[in-house]
């Protein structure tokens, strides 16, 4: 366990404590996260997740706009529902991703769980930007990454980062209940 590790789980609680209450501050605090992260994953073997936070760092900036200027009126996004189309579609995109990424570390790295990483981290995408679009469904999906995500680090001895992941799963499914309390959600 470093400080850094540590540091970056606290920043993570926080962030995504404050996207839970739908707070755009949660998306600048994740940036600066998972550019920590990034280093530790790297530090870690941990490819896969190495480069899903580069991706994070980018979408931490487009969840930061789509919250605070997306949307019609172009004052925020509103929670909603995704619809079948939009959630099928989305799952074969990170089946996908899964797969082709899995192929590349399992070939070509000595990354440590290769094809666990790539499946966490192609659908972690899929998961990131259904936050960065408000949708409903991006919690469920988190807290069952997030739970298989603690195992994973439990094996890699990143004990700080599987509590942290323990307590993302927690936050996961509060998130699900507060989002679904949500008047746009309710009107719909």
């Known amino acids: 366990m470093s400080p850094l590790e540590l540091f970056a789980a606290v920043l993570g609680v926080i962030a995504v404590w404050l996207t839970l209450k739908q707070n755009p501050w949660g998306w600048p605090i994740g940036l ?28 931490q900036l ?9 949307g019609q009126q172009h004052h925020g996004r509103q929670v909603s529902h995704l619809q079948a189309s939009g959630l099928l579609l989305s799952l074969a995109l990170g089946a996908a991703g899964s ?13 440590a769980a290769p094809w666990l990483d790539a499946t966490l981290a192609a659908f972690s995408l899929v998961a990131q930007v259904w936050m960065a679009q408000k949708r409903l469904e ?5 807290a069952v990454l997030d739970l298989l995500y603690v ?19 927690l936050l996961a499914l ?4 507060h989002w679904r309390r949500d008047p746009a959600v309710a009107a719909a």
Do not use: E
């Open 32 to 59: 600066v996260m998972v550019v920590i992260y990034g280093w530790i994953f790297f530090d870690a073997k941990l490819y896969s997740d190495m480069l899903l936070q580069g991706v994070f760092a980018v979408l």
């Open 62 to 70: 487009y969840g930061w706009w789509q919250w605070t200027r997306g």
């Open 99 to 111: 797969l082709g990424l899995g192929y590349l570390m399992a070939t070509y790295t000595d990354a």
């Open 138 to 142: 991006c919690w469920p999906l988190w």
């Open 151 to 169: 195992g994973l680090y439990v094996h890699r001895d990143l004990i700080p980062t599987a509590v942290l992941y323990a307590l993302f799963t």
């Open 174 to 177: 509060k998130g699900w209940q």
